[in-house]
């Protein structure tokens, strides 16, 4: 046993200890977080515009301070883009993580010297909780790669401005920087294909003992090395032993990825965003993530089916149920403040609380008032794949309102298979008998002859990767949405498919 080893095994012990202090204590730890942000930035422009001082109570901030997206808060945004201070929060942000926005274009959103180091502790605590309950340290000493954005940056008006997970990138311990790879050079390649194919001839002969990455990313990595070589992720990379994952529900991809790995690995499943690292999978065994209740950031809660009422119930940690789809909002020590993320989770326990990752609230279909969500169609996928021995590579769904030749309505799939399916009509039923039992309204659309059974479109190798490519999204955080409730995504995919 090396000597990092032994000390990851002594430092897992303690900051698992740490973690059960605060999980244990949940109410009690967000009311200190709710009071130290208030404190903190009641001499703030949005402080002084929204009467922090006069903040005693959730419901004093509940009154005072509506929910925002960032649209919303987009005035107080851009006024620290032009380099004020004291807007949002004391001082000015350290960065600013540049996202893509759908309606506003870029997103900027601010990273602070209070915020940012949370992002970091949260990723370095996923591991220690694995190697504490597993006590398994052997891939410490191995070569680790995280498939990410560039770390280059830009500067507007004195502050970084990067991608969070190039920004993330500058934060590697330096006990692990000779562990970590590809090389920096590497990792500042932007074109995404290019920047795959580079990792693959650093990485195909080197110990990989922990890959992580946004799943469909790292399938592209993993079938380029099998192109390669002509074995299996596992045969290739003795020592892989631990997948980190995030971005995109990983179920539909498991199989596929058994297929390429050739082998079970140990998996560890974080919620990462650029607005704050929100939960991350700290037991093997336990469904969900561990909510980040002690990291900076105040969550309260909506029921997804009231969050388009006007002034719905705002709820704290200490109200929620489980199995309840909840919008998540957050306020946080990067100066967010009410601020809907835009995801909606699913408690599985609270005691501690964990959550899943449901969908997005406005990713949905309810063409015909069915509201099917995200966590229902992964879902689906997940027992049809099962049922059938199906392996794919990525997919999404959308409505069909008004069929050329007249028939009934149908949700329309597309889907590119690892594999061709031996019987799609089979696989068609399994999807549909999931959704039924999901979701009693989509069950009664069919029932009545309102909705016809759902259709699957097949989707040709790489139509996914070139659809995104297309779309300037192509690698690093960017993900397909599962859901739409348009037919965008599904007339420009139809579109190159009969190309």
């Given at each position: 046993?090396?000597?990092?080893?032994?000390g990851?095994?002594?430092?897992?012990?303690?900051?698992?200890?740490?973690?059960?202090?605060?999980?244990s204590?949940?109410?009690?730890?967000?009311?200190?977080?709710?009071?130290n942000?208030?404190?903190t930035?009641?001499?703030?422009?949005?402080?002084?515009?929204?009467?922090?001082r006069?903040?005693?109570?959730f419901s004093?901030f509940s009154?005072?301070?509506?929910?925002?997206?960032?649209e919303a808060?987009?005035?107080?945004?851009?006024?620290?883009?032009?380099?004020?201070?004291d807007?949002?929060?004391p001082?000015?942000?350290?960065?600013?993580?540049?996202?893509s926005?759908?309606?506003s274009?870029?997103k900027?959103?601010p990273?602070?010297?209070?915020?940012m180091?949370?992002?970091?502790r949260?990723?370095?605590?996923?591991?220690l909780?694995?190697?504490e309950?597993?006590?398994?340290t052997?891939?410490v000493?191995?070569?680790?790669i995280?498939?990410?954005?560039?770390p280059?940056m830009?500067q507007?008006?004195?502050i970084?401005l990067?991608?969070?997970?190039?920004i993330?990138?500058h934060?590697?311990?330096k006990y692990?920087?000779?562990?970590?790879?590809p090389s920096?050079?590497?990792?500042c390649?932007?074109?995404?294909?290019?920047?795959?194919?580079?990792?693959v001839?650093?990485?195909v002969?080197?110990?990989?003992?922990v890959?992580?990455?946004?799943?469909p990313?790292?399938?592209m990595?993993?079938e380029k090395l099998?192109?390669?070589?002509n074995?299996?992720?596992?045969?290739?990379?003795?020592?892989?032993?631990?997948?980190?994952?995030g971005?995109?529900?990983f179920?539909?991809?498991?199989?596929?990825?058994?297929k390429?790995?050739?082998?079970?690995?140990?998996?560890i499943?974080l919620?990462?965003?650029s607005?704050g690292?929100f939960?991350f999978?700290?037991?093997q065994?336990e469904?969900g993530?561990l909510l980040?209740?002690?990291?900076?950031?105040f969550y309260?809660?909506v029921?997804?089916?009231?969050?388009?009422?006007?002034?719905?119930?705002?709820?704290?940690?200490g109200?929620i149920?489980?199995?309840i789809?909840?919008v998540?909002?957050i306020s946080?020590n990067?100066?967010?403040?009410?601020y809907?993320v835009?995801?909606?989770?699913?408690?599985?326990?609270?005691?501690?609380?964990?959550i899943?990752v449901?969908g997005?609230i406005?990713?949905f279909?309810?063409?015909?008032g069915?509201?099917v969500?995200g966590k229902?169609?992964d879902?689906?996928?997940?027992?049809a794949s099962?049922?059938?021995?199906?392996?794919?590579n990525d997919?999404?769904v959308a409505?069909q309102v008004n069929p050329?030749?007249?028939?009934?309505?149908?949700h329309?799939?597309?889907?590119e298979?690892?594999?061709?399916?031996?019987n799609?009509e089979?696989?068609?039923?399994e999807?549909?008998?999931?959704?039924?039992?999901?979701?009693?309204?989509y069950?009664?659309?069919i029932?009545?002859?309102?909705?016809?059974t759902?259709?699957?479109t097949?989707?040709?190798k790489?139509?996914f990767?070139?659809?995104?490519?297309?779309?300037?999204?192509l690698g690093?955080?960017?993900?397909?949405p599962?859901?739409?409730?348009?037919?965008n995504?599904?007339?420009?995919l139809t579109?190159?498919?009969?190309?």
């Amino acid at each position: 046993m090396s000597l990092k080893t032994l000390g990851a095994k002594v430092f897992a012990k303690r900051i698992r200890k740490k973690i059960n202090k605060w999980a244990s204590n949940p109410v009690k730890t967000q009311e200190q977080v709710f009071k130290n942000l208030i404190k903190t930035a009641q001499n703030t422009v949005f402080g002084e515009d929204h009467d922090f001082r006069a903040i005693k109570t959730f419901s004093d901030f509940s009154e005072r301070v509506p929910i925002r997206d960032y649209e919303a808060l987009k005035e107080y945004v851009t006024r620290a883009v032009a380099g004020e201070k004291d807007i949002l929060w004391p001082g000015k942000p350290l960065y600013f993580a540049k996202t893509s926005g759908t309606t506003s274009g870029a997103k900027y959103i601010p990273l602070t010297k209070e915020s940012m180091p949370f992002h970091i502790r949260a990723a370095r605590n996923a591991i220690l909780c694995y190697i504490e309950e597993t006590g398994k340290t052997d891939f410490v000493d191995g070569k680790m790669i995280f498939l990410q954005g560039s770390p280059e940056m830009d500067q507007k008006n004195g502050i970084l401005l990067g991608r969070l997970s190039g920004i993330v990138a500058h934060y590697v311990p330096k006990y692990l920087q000779k562990n970590r790879m590809p090389s920096w050079e590497t990792n500042c390649i932007e074109d995404w294909e290019q920047k795959v194919d580079a990792i693959v001839e650093e990485t195909v002969n080197q110990n990989m003992t922990v890959i992580s990455g946004i799943p469909p990313w790292v399938q592209m990595y993993f079938e380029k090395l099998q192109h390669k070589t002509n074995k299996t992720i596992g045969e290739l990379f003795k020592g892989f032993e631990l997948f980190i994952y995030g971005g995109v529900n990983f179920e539909p991809y498991k199989k596929t990825f058994e297929k390429l790995i050739g082998r079970k690995v140990a998996g560890i499943e974080l919620y990462p965003a650029s607005e704050g690292f929100f939960a991350f999978q700290d037991q093997q065994n336990e469904k969900g993530m561990l909510l980040q209740l002690d990291a900076g950031i105040f969550y309260e809660f909506v029921k997804a089916d009231e969050f388009f009422e006007e002034n719905p119930k705002r709820l704290t940690v200490g109200e929620i149920e489980k199995g309840i789809n909840y919008v998540m909002l957050i306020s946080t020590n990067a100066g967010l403040w009410a601020y809907n993320v835009g995801d909606t989770v699913m408690f599985t326990s609270t005691d501690p609380y964990r959550i899943i990752v449901s969908g997005r609230i406005k990713h949905f279909i309810s063409a015909f008032g069915e509201h099917v969500i995200g966590k229902e169609v992964d879902q689906a996928l997940k027992e049809a794949s099962e049922a059938t021995g199906i392996l794919i590579n990525d997919f999404t769904v959308a409505p069909q309102v008004n069929p050329d030749d007249g028939e009934l309505p149908y949700h329309e799939w597309f889907i590119e298979f690892k594999e061709s399916p031996d019987n799609l009509e089979q696989l068609i039923k399994e999807i549909d008998n999931s959704l039924r039992k999901q979701n009693s309204y989509y069950d009664d659309l069919i029932e009545g002859n309102i909705l016809k059974t759902l259709k699957i479109t097949r989707v040709p190798k790489d139509g996914f990767k070139n659809y995104m490519k297309s779309i300037g999204k192509l690698g690093g955080q960017n993900k397909l949405p599962r859901l739409s409730n348009d037919r965008n995504i599904a007339d420009a995919l139809t579109t190159m498919i009969d190309k």
